[in-house]
């Protein structure tokens, strides 16, 4: 069973942190780009909650995931609401964007997926391809501190009228000599029109890479297309950029692509 394919409760699970990120993304494209910003690119877009917040503020959007029920989930979604978007199925490693776009987005550890230096890579190089000059990418992504705890838990509850999702994620296997962890994601269910039927549990595991703050900043560093210009945690405060360190946890990488 694989949550990303349950994309209606995943969006919901995180449907609190989907404003915050949207008005991120446009405070970074006022800060740090010249010129108009139209295009928008989101990298594994799973069910597109953000892909139709950006394009209900009026941007011209494109999501790309490689689940294809993610990706018609989202298209139902964009014809449901009157909007316009582009949903590709497509794979991080080769997808590159035509026409080129002015920022483009990657969430919530997406970019950990990419299990190596060499999908990691291959990744940064097509955005590169697909971002114009003076344009962003912004990533989001959990870090691993040398001296943090390998084992990790966080659960969290969401609802809306239709349903409750508790979400639960805990690592249960990670090593810092091969830098992969396994994450599994297990999901509580309780659809209003369900009810009779009771709670549904989904769960799956997800190789992830790992990466401390030196780790990424090198990896960065070898594509010479883009430029670390700032750092943010997930509080997405515009105003406060935050020292790339040890100390941060959850990131949000800004890159400049030159
Ligand atoms: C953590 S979810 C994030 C979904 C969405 N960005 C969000 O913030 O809600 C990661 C998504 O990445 C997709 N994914 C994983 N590997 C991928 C790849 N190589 N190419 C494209 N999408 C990928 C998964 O199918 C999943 O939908």
């Keep these: 069973m694989n949550c990303y394919d349950y994309p ?3 969006d919901l699970a995180f449907a609190d942190e989907t404003a915050q990120e949207c ?9 740090y780009i010249t010129g108009d910003v139209n295009r928008v ?28 029920t993610a990706i018609d989930y989202l298209r139902q979604r964009l014809e449901n609401e009157g909007l316009q978007a582009n949903a590709i199925v497509a794979d991080m490693q080769s997808f590159v964007a035509v026409p080129l776009v002015d920022i483009a987005i990657n969430t919530v550890s997406t970019f ?5 230096e ?32 390998l084992e990790d838990e966080e659960s969290w509850e969401a609802k809306d009228d239709s349903a409750k999702v508790t979400m639960r994620l805990t690592v249960v296997e990670a090593s810092r000599e091969n830098r992969l962890e396994k994450l599994r994601f297990d999901m509580t269910v309780e659809d209003v029109a369900s009810q009779e039927r009771g709670p549904r549990e989904f769960s799956s595991e997800y190789p992830m890479r790992l990466y401390s703050a030196t780790q990424i900043q090198e990896l ?9 210009i700032e750092v943010y945690d997930y509080w997405y405060d515009i105003s406060e950029p935050q020292p790339l360190d040890d100390r941060l946890g959850d990131a949000v990488f800004v890159l400049h692509r030159r």
């Design 8 to 10: 209606q409760y995943w």
């Design 23 to 31: 008005e991120f993304l446009i405070q970074c494209a006022q800060k």
């Design 41 to 68: 690119l989101e990298a594994g877009c799973g069910g597109g909650r953000l892909v139709v917040a950006l394009a209900a503020r009026g941007y011209d959007v494109t999501g790309y995931d490689l689940s294809e």
């Design 112 to 116: 950990r997926h990419l299990l190596n």
């Design 118 to 149: 060499q999908a990691a890579l291959a990744h940064l190089r097509v955005m590169a391809e697909s971002i114009r000059s003076g344009g962003l990418y912004i990533i989001g992504m959990h870090l691993l501190p040398p001296d943090a705890d």
């Design 220 to 228: 960065f560093s070898l594509v010479s297309e883009f430029e670390l």
